[in-house]
Nanobody
């Protein structure tokens, strides 16, 4: 069983930055891959970024070049640095963990464990 707790959400102006963090209840080095998803009001959940056990990363086109996913193995946390934020980035952001065998999972069903989410609002 893996428990995930996100933090770092809040209100930020367009063009600003925010850093999300996800604390895992187990060593993240033992997790196959971890990712971030988001769900905007009235929309379906969508993939944001994923990082594999080996450290390989993959991003959705909408955030590529602006967001950076990383792990802190010493602290067992997954982070998401978000820069140049846009109003369309407004959403609840979820951390997810995959303990299976997919090298770089990007689909929701590939992740077994989810956090409760943290709200990011990009607005004037």
């Amino acid at each position: 069983q893996v428990q995930l707790v996100e933090s770092g959400g809040g209100l930020v102006q367009p063009g600003g930055s925010l850093r999300l963090s996800c604390a895992a209840s187990v060593s993240i080095f033992s997790i196959n891959a971890m990712g971030w998803f988001r769900q905007a009001p009235g929309k379906e959940r969508e993939f944001v970024a994923t990082i594999s056990w080996s450290g390989a990363t993959y991003y959705a086109d909408s955030v590529k070049g602006r967001f950076t996913i990383s792990r802190n193995i010493a602290k067992d946390t997954l982070d998401l640095q978000m820069n140049i934020l846009k109003p369309e980035d407004t959403a609840v952001y979820y951390c997810a963990a995959d303990t299976g065998g997919v090298a770089i999972p990007t689909e929701g069903p590939q992740f077994e464990y989810w956090g409760q989410g943290t709200l990011v609002t990009v607005s004037e």
